[in-house]
């Protein structure tokens, strides 16, 4: 599986890479890097399969090779939270509540606290001017069972705490993402939030990190349903641009037009 490539943005040029890591990289993949300069990467689901596996991927070298196993396996919906002491929380994902913690000064990796939502495939994790995290836990399966509960994380205390003053207006699903805007509140596409099939949903919610509140926000234009995607919408994602504005592209293989937010 050559799944590493190497882009040169002198030469404008994309070539394999000699080695490739340890085993095929899947949905809920992830990756971030350490105070050295190399990269942890947490394979997600591997062949198929969610996996413990990580790699080392080494940028001076150019060669990846295992890192310590995470304390349960990722996939659908991982994510990663840097911590104040320079370790990362890394969230599981594949609809359960485990986290790991890893430390990239001793390259290991321990049990960390259990989320108080079940983190699936659309889960996001926004930070808060207090320096908490907001997290939307994304589906529960993979029958896009919608979950409209939050949750706080605490880097400092290390422990998720439920939100029940930021309740979602159904949920997020498999391509959403978010954005903040100038005046720091977020916008958040729920991407794949049709109960059961994942299909497109062309809503949006706007939080506001200073008082922790949720409220509806903008349809996207020209994309409602049944004038849209019919699949679900991932790899969809949003550009900020020189007037202020975002651009946002719906994924889903759709060749719908972009729209202006």
Known sequence: FGNAQLYDPETETITNLSSTTTAPIGVGALAFKRPDGKFLIVLGNSSGTATTTTNIYDPITNTFSYGP?????????????????????????????????????QNN?????????????????LPRPDGT???????????????????????VAMQFKTNPNTVMTNGTGPGAFAFQRADGMYVI?????????????????????????????????????GNGIQTKPEGSFAM??????????????????????
């Not at 995290?133 to 880097?155: E, M, R």
């Not at 991407?191 to 903008?218: D, E």
């Not at 900020?240 to 937010?261: D, E, F, Y």
């Open 189 to 225: 596409y729920k991407g794949g939030a049709t109960v059961t099939t994942c299909n497109a949903l062309f809503t949006t919610n706007i939080y506001n990190p200073y008082t922790n509140r949720m409220i509806v926000g903008p349809t996207i234009p020209g994309v409602a349903p």
């Open 240 to 261: 900020p641009m020189a007037n202020g504005s975002w651009l946002v592209m719906i994924g889903g293989a759709s060749t719908t037009k972009s729209n202006k937010i």
């Open 109 to 125: 990796i321990i049990q960390g606290p259990p989320s108080t939502v079940t983190i699936g495939q659309g889960s996001l994790a």
């Open 133 to 155: 995290f907001l997290v939307i836990p994304g589906t529960s399966n993979d029958t896009c069972t919608l979950q409209t509960a939050t949750a706080l994380f605490d880097p």
């Open 69 to 105: 196993p995470l304390m349960g396996v990722a996939g659908r919906g991982a994510f990663v939270i840097p911590l104040p002491s320079g370790k990362y929380m890394i969230a599981h994902g594949n609809y359960n509540t485990g986290t790991s913690i890893y430390d990239p000064f």
